[in-house]
Every structure is written in C-alpha cells, then in structure tokens.
C-alpha cells in the first residue's frame, strides 16, 4: 500500500484502493494509534454474521466484505469500493446534502429505502454518520445508499452479542440509530 492509494483516514483506520483491484478497498489500522477498538476485527464478525444469516446478492445497501488480506501495514480487511454508474469514486451522503443536490422526492425514496432496508434484514447501523455511507449514482439520475462503516458495533461487548442473538433488542436499536441519522441528515442539510 502506497500514500497514492489512500482514499481515507478515519478514527481509527485508514482506508486504500487495493493496488491490485481497483474495485476493492482495504480498511488497516492506523499503525501510529496505540489503543484500538479493533474495528476490523468487530466489522468482520458482524460480517460473518450477516452473510450466515442472509444471502450476501440481497445485502445491495452495505458493501461486501471479501474478508481478511495482509499488507505491508499488517492485516487488512478487503471491502467492495463503491463506484457510480461511470466508474468514478462514489461521493458521501454529506456531500449530496450539503450542496442540496437531491431532490425532496429523491432524499425520501432514498431515506426509505435505507430505512427499510435495516429494518428488514435487522442490520446495525451503529456509527450513522453521513460519512458512513456513499450515495451511488446507479445511472443519470438514479441514487443508492450504501453503508460502508459503522456496521455492527463500535467496541466488543455483551450489547453486540444481545443484538445478534435478539430480534427485539436490535428492532429497538435500529430504531434508536434511526432517529440519530436523521438528525444528522438534517444538520449536514442546514450546514453552510
């Protein structure tokens, strides 16, 4: 992994284009952190969680993860990089909001469509910032979201394992978290 290929640092990983795959990221642990929360390693039991639980072609709102990959960094996790339509580097929920470039009608669709998503499949969205999730151009003028941080949980704990193992625990969860997004969506829309 080269300094060229870095598309993002976040709290605790820095994300790259996979230098032989441009279609894959990699998520490694920034290596100058002492403590960490071991995300990878929480995003790739959740992982393994859902793809036990459901089938992977159904799961269209969270990019795939491909699994465990090493580096000159140390172990990465491989994930889905999430492309528009054209090939050009899907850009953030925040962006689109920020510069208002949805429409009303398209922001609902797509809001519900999430929305119905998570509920659905019973998927944790615990980390619902509006960086966490790409608005995909899937043509001209057609949009997805798809989630590609803050699945599952932020720290190992007895939370994450009574959400996996209970449907009203994570229904309540998901409900909470939802109530957090939407907050965040309509600050990034009134940001200026």
């Known amino acids: 992994l080269k ?50 639980n459901y089938n992977v072609d159904d799961l269209l709102n969270i990019a795939r993860c491909y699994g465990w990959v090493n580096t000159n960094y140390g172990q990465g996790l491989m994930f889905q990089r999430i492309l528009d339509y054209d090939g050009e580097q899907s850009k953030h929920l925040r962006y689109y909001l920020r510069n208002n470039l949805l429409s009303k009608q398209q922001e609902e669709y797509l809001l519900n469509d999430l929305k119905y998503f998570l509920e659905k499949n019973l998927i944790l969205f615990i980390d619902v910032s509006t960086v966490n999730l790409f608005c995909k151009r899937i043509s001209e003028k057609d949009y997805k979201l798809v989630i590609f941080d803050g699945l599952g949980a932020r720290r190992k704990g007895i939370k994450l394992t ?29 940001y200026q």
């Not at 060229?4 to 820095?14: N, V």
């Not at 790259?16 to 995300?39: A, G, M, S, T």
């Not at 998901?174 to 309509?186: D, H, S, T």
């Open 3 to 52: 300094d060229d290929l870095l598309l993002a640092k976040g709290g605790e990983r820095f994300c790259f284009v996979h230098p032989e795959d441009k279609l894959k990221i990699i998520k490694i642990l920034n290596p100058e952190l002492k403590k960490h929360n071991q995300q990878n390693q929480l995003e790739y039991d959740y992982y393994q969680f859902l793809y036990s």
């Open 162 to 190: 009574f959400y996996m193992k209970s449907k009203l625990f994570s229904k309540y969860k998901i409900k909470k978290q939802w109530k957090k997004f939407l907050l965040n969506c309509a600050k990034d829309k009134s």
